[in-house]
């Protein structure tokens, strides 16, 4: 699991997804060659959803690997 923190001038979130850190560093690495436009994740908090990013919509995007264990 990873935690995300995506932010712009108008808003400033944090989200916690079941992917991990590899997993998003791969897909920006695909993102950065130009074989996809987004990525999709699995939301666990603050509710359980599909969503997609695109990091082109946010100043800045932070990932942590979740130390939390359930």
């Given at each position: 699991m990873?935690?995300?923190?995506?932010?712009?001038?108008?808003?400033?979130?944090?989200?916690?997804?079941?992917?991990?850190?590899?997993?998003?560093l791969?897909?920006?690495?695909?993102?950065?060659?130009?074989?996809?436009?987004?990525?999709?994740?699995?939301?666990?908090?603050?509710?359980?959803?599909?969503?997609?990013?695109?990091?082109?919509?946010?100043?800045?995007?932070?990932?942590?690997?979740?130390?939390?264990?359930?």
């Amino acid at each position: 699991m990873a935690k995300i923190v995506l932010k712009n001038p108008y808003f400033d979130e944090t989200i916690k997804v079941k992917e991990s850190c590899k997993y998003i560093l791969n897909r920006i690495e695909d993102i950065n060659c130009g074989r996809i436009c987004c990525i999709q994740l699995h939301l666990i908090e603050p509710e359980e959803r599909c969503i997609t990013i695109n990091p082109k919509n946010f100043a800045k995007i932070d990932f942590y690997e979740d130390e939390e264990v359930e």
